[in-house]
């Protein structure tokens, strides 16, 4: 139960620093920008990218990786245009401002992180310092582990990954400040 209580602590902290981050600070927006003409972009899409998926352009046909003719055209193209990543879904159901099933699956998600690192951290014969700095470690482990392959491989831009970092350590820094409290509580 202690560290049940813990990982709401820390879940409810770090949700809060989540919402500061993304509807007060610049930081969930770090990286993103508007498209010149989004309409001409949404037909685009529609026509282009027609079922929900991730797309990854200029693309090629991984079975064609040994066509040296293929790999040639797709290098040079490559040398010539942007890379886009493009994540595609259909239109939401219901009203698209209503945010409720994201905020509340994104709530079980943090809860569940800080439930994994409530229980190491309760495990571990630590103080209330090394508890902050281990929950940080799980924070910047996390961004290392999921965030920073997405500059690596897909040219996410720089801005984007310092954004996530910052919220990220910060967060569980916090979230670090409220399992150690709790923990060390007799």
Request: glycine share 8%; aromatic share 12%.
């Amino acid at each position: 139960m202690r560290i049940a209580v813990a990982a709401l602590l820390a879940a409810i902290v770090i949700f809060i620093w989540q919402a500061i981050a993304h509807m007060v600070l610049p930081l969930g927006e770090m990286g993103f920008r508007l498209p010149q003409n989004e309409d001409v972009v949404l037909q685009a899409v529609s026509t282009g990218l027609p079922t929900p998926g991730i797309y990854y352009l200029p693309s090629i046909d991984p079975n064609k990786m040994n066509d040296e003719a293929t790999v040639k055209a797709w290098s040079e193209k490559a040398k010539k245009n942007p890379y886009v990543f493009a994540v595609v879904n259909a239109p939401p159901e219901g009203d698209p401002m209503s945010m409720t099933p994201q905020l509340i699956k994104q709530f079980i998600t943090v809860f569940l992180a800080a439930l994994l690192a409530s229980y190491v951290l309760a495990a571990a014969a630590w103080g209330f310092g090394a508890r902050v700095t281990g929950s940080l470690a799980f924070g910047i482990f996390g961004w290392l582990a999921n965030i920073v392959p997405l500059w690596t491989w897909y040219r996410f831009p720089s801005d984007f990954i310092v954004g996530n970092l910052i919220e990220e350590g910060v967060g569980w820094l916090l979230g670090g400040v409220a399992i150690a409290w709790w923990l060390g509580r007799r």
